[in-house]
């Protein structure tokens, strides 16, 4: 029997199709809304086209919803344009609705940090796409302590998973490890780097939407243990009996490239992650909500098996 309560999942990339199959899993009524009104959605699961810029569309959109889930995406060189805007139009939509925001973050507002990542850890970025990441933080909290709407946030570390294709982890890995061609890899691959499994991350959403604990607040989602880059490459290699190989960008590649290409500036500014040991403190969450993890090895064989469907 379908709940009666409307979740709305705003972006149908892999993370709100993830969230979307999670919610579904569960038995609950899932409208998804992107600008396009199409996606590669179960037949049962309603698309409706909405765009959070547009106030009358996206009202539309999201009339009657329940919880609203920000799982947009912007092009990696937007980002200072493109989401503050977006953030500002599902908060418009969740006051008129009087629904819930769950807001699907990252971890770049932090900056670099020698120490394991905590929520309450200050805004220390100087990168544009860190502080954009930052405002739309601060927007959605804000509002909430006003009272406008309920409000909270889960961040993640990278993920992987089913459809993700444009990551640490994705088609440059996995695609190459089914082609048995080498993988296209940044930065130090032998130091320790959290990966989430996307659907563990989904999951951690729709926990937070789940309970009135989790609002006004910030929470990193648990993960499997911490491995290595090139580990976690060993690993996906191995599960199609290849021998691991890689292609790794130089930094000064990377520096040259960015002074041409748009998206390599990009990159460029968030290359730090990759260079130093990347970890990240799950430990509130764990203590409210528990640590229900996907292993890795699960994870990997799960992904791959998509992307044995999907390859492009």
Known sequence: MKSEELHVVIGTGPLGMAVMEQLDAQGKHVRMVNRSGTADAPNH????????????????????????????????????????????GIIKAATQEGAKVVYADNLYMYGYSKDSLAEEMPNATTGRKGITRAKMADQLLDAHHKGLIRATIGRAPDFYGPRVLD???????????????????????????????????????????????????IWHIPFSDVLTT???????????????????????????????????????????????????????????????????????????????????
């Open 45 to 88: 699961i309603k698309v409706v086209k909405g765009d959070a810029t547009d106030e009358g569309s996206f009202s539309q959109a999201c009339h009657g919803a329940t919880i609203i889930y920000n799982c947009t995406k912007a092009p990696y060189t937007e980002w200072p344009e493109k989401f503050p805007p977006i953030m500002d």
């Open 167 to 217: 990551s640490a982890l994705g088609e440059r890995v996995f695609g190459a490890a089914l082609s048995d061609k080498p993988a296209e890899v940044l930065g130090d691959i032998d130091t320790p780097h959290a990966y989430i499994y996307i659907r563990d991350f989904a999951k951690g959403l729709v926990r937070l939407g789940e309970h009135k604990e989790a609002l006004g607040q």
């Open 230 to 312: 090139r580990q976690m490459i060993n690993n996906i290699y191995r599960l199609v009996e290849h021998e691991p190989k890689f292609r790794i960008a130089p930094k000064l590649f990377v520096s040259v490239l960015s002074l041409f290409n748009a998206n390599m500036r990009e990159i460029k500014e968030m290359l730090y992650l990759f260079e130093e040991p990347f970890l990240v403190d799950t430990s509130k969450y764990e203590k409210v909500f528990g640590r229900d993890v996907t292993p890795h090895e699960v994870a990997i064989k799960e992904t791959m098996e998509w992307f044995k469907h999907h390859q492009r």
